[in-house]
């Protein structure tokens, strides 16, 4: 069973920046799996951010092209997300994944989710 853990949130003034961390746990981390950052704010569906291969190409979403930038490290099973310029409208918990990138951003299926970050962004 994967474990997934997410860290880093917290209230931030619009404009300001967060780096985000997720650790992974659990077997078959052997495998050459991509990496996934999701959000869900309050009433809305849980949805993709930004993505990494295991050969480090990345994909974003549009809504935070060329804010935030996803990163990872091999050696700790490990993914960042660093998110500058936010915006009110990124308040939301923020998830992390892996798998298939197709899967990542298609909606599935996942591993079993963590309990997330929030990340609130005031005005």
């Known amino acids: 069973q994967v474990r997934l853990v997410e860290s880093g949130g917290g209230l931030v003034q619009a404009g300001g920046s967060l780096r985000l961390s997720c650790v992974v746990s659990g077997p078959r981390l052997s495998e050459s799996y991509s990496m996934g950052w999701f959000r869900q704010a309050t009433g809305k569906e849980r949805d993709f951010v930004a993505g990494?291969?295991?050969?480090?190409?990345?994909r974003y979403s549009d809504s935070v092209k060329g804010r935030f930038t996803i990163s990872r490290d091999k050696s700790k099973n490990a993914a960042y997300l660093e998110m500058m310029d936010l915006k009110p409208e990124d308040t939301a918990v923020y998830y992390c994944n892996i798998g298939d990138m197709e899967l990542l951003r298609n909606g599935g299926p996942f591993n079993t989710w963590g309990q997330g970050t929030q990340v609130t962004v005031s005005s």
């Open positions: 990494i291969y295991w050969t480090g190409g990345t």
